[in-house]
DNA sequence: AATAAATACATAAGTATTTTATGTATAATG
DNA sequence: CATTATACATAAAATACTTATGTATTTATT
């Protein structure tokens, strides 16, 4: 076991909302909180997204017509499930093939070699 | 010749350091405006850095004692070349290295396969 | 010769996104 | 019984950028 350093916060700006769409897209629903903990795991920690910035992304997500939600109540507490309407799923390959080429560029721009140790 | 479409602004957010450290280490010294051609020349145009975000960036990192600069005239006009530091070297290093984990990082995450249908 | 475009710097106002902080409340754990 | 984890939300502050504006010289176009 052993600790992972976070990126700096500058790096994760702009890619928050092609992280929430892409895994609504592979994982059908998910609840706010679900998608932190999700992302955790699947970074090692690596990046960790908190809770004020991820609520206000999904709300204004949701405003834009990308997403759409239900309640559930487990017990007493309350669950908001988020799921990509037909615009969300469009948008989220949009970004997702953005992002792609966005990163092409960057390797090629900083001559970086394909590295396959991952995560 | 065709036209590209540039990267929505979210995405290069984050990266303008990087870009610029990196390329100050690659070409040894450089002035504002070159960088921001060179930048478009590479990326064919699909990453334009303004002057708005550049020159502010700029004094900032020579602030930071990561560059040094030296003006030169040619005829009467100005140019402030750029230099990076002993520091700047490492954290030249340290920003690509970084940037290279978190695409590593984000291309599990997003699932995206290798492409190399590059710029 | 006059005008436009390119070169070269700079800064300020506005916008967007994120961090940090705070708040509320329930459920599980030790 | 107290702490931690779950689960939502929002507001203030910080950050990084876009857009707009300003100045001035040099080169290209008409």
Redesign the interface.
């Known amino acids: 076991m052993y600790l992972c350093t976070m990126?700096?916060s500058?790096?994760?700006?702009?890619?928050l909302?092609?992280?929430i769409l892409?895994l609504l897209k592979?994982q059908g629903r998910m609840y706010g909180y679900e998608i932190t903990q999700r992302?955790k795991e699947?970074?090692n920690s690596?990046?960790q997204i908190t809770e004020g910035a991820l609520y206000p992304t999904l709300h204004s997500l949701e405003k834009n017509g990308e997403l759409s939600t239900e309640k559930e109540y487990i017990g007493k507490r309350v669950r908001k499930y988020y799921t990509l309407t037909k615009q969300g799923h469009n948008t989220s390959k949009e970004r997702?093939n953005?992002?792609?080429?966005?990163?092409?560029?960057?390797?090629?721009?900083?001559?970086?070699e394909?590295?396959?140790?991952?995560?």
């Open positions: 990126y700096s500058e790096l994760i700006k702009g890619t909302k092609t992280i892409n592979e992302v699947l970074t690596k990046i997702v953005e992002f792609a080429d966005f990163v092409n560029t960057m390797r090629f721009l900083l001559n970086i394909t590295k396959m140790n991952n995560v």
